[in-house]
């Protein structure tokens, strides 16, 4: 289909200011692809065919393109949603981390008993694995020791390897 755009580009700054945008940016990896798009539709290219050359659907190249033209560079950047709000308040989170650190080693299923009785949430294995990390803790795994082992076994094994 040729024609004219349905959505014309608002060029807010000049092709050379864009140009020195793209190639000092320092941002949001995210946003240069965003760049090279408008400067692609500043040259003249549909909006369809810019999007297509940054890898992206005809749908996100207008949508960009809106963005751009409403806001300028600032259109530009991402605006992530932020995720499912947490089930412990940040205040819970503190007081599960004073009483995770009162004993030295936990087990997953251990720290989610804890958070269920406690708190009375009920948490996946790996969500606790992931709120414990984001406590700064990490995983370990058990390494078993035989109870016939000798004390001084080190001391013992380069004595006797030496003959």
Do not use: C
């Not at 290219?45 to 940054?54: L, N």
């Not at 749908?59 to 033209?69: I, K, V």
């Not at 992931?130 to 080190?154: E, Q, T, V, W």
Request: positive net charge; hydrophobic residues 35%.
């Amino acid at each position: 289909m040729t024609g004219r755009e349905l959505i014309a580009i608002v060029k807010h700054v000049p092709y050379s200011v864009l140009k020195k945008r793209i190639k000092h940016h320092k941002g949001l990896p995210e946003v240069m692809p965003r760049l090279l798009f408008i400067r692609l539709r500043y040259k003249g290219m549909s909006v369809v065919k810019a999007a297509d050359a940054v890898g992206v659907s005809g749908q996100t190249g207008y949508n960009w393109q809106e963005r751009w033209n409403a806001e300028g560079f600032a259109g530009l950047i991402p605006r992530y949603a932020g995720g499912h709000p947490s089930k412990l308040t940040d205040d819970q989170k503190a007081e599960l981390l004073a009483l995770v650190r009162e004993k030295e080693h936990w087990t997953t299923v251990e720290a989610q008993r804890l958070i269920q009785s406690h708190f009375g949430v009920a948490y996946s294995l790996d969500q606790v694995r992931r709120l414990l990390k984001s406590f700064g803790m990490s995983y370990g795994k058990p390494y078993p020791r035989d109870h016939r082992r000798p004390a001084d076994a080190k001391r013992l094994l380069k004595k006797n390897s030496r003959g």
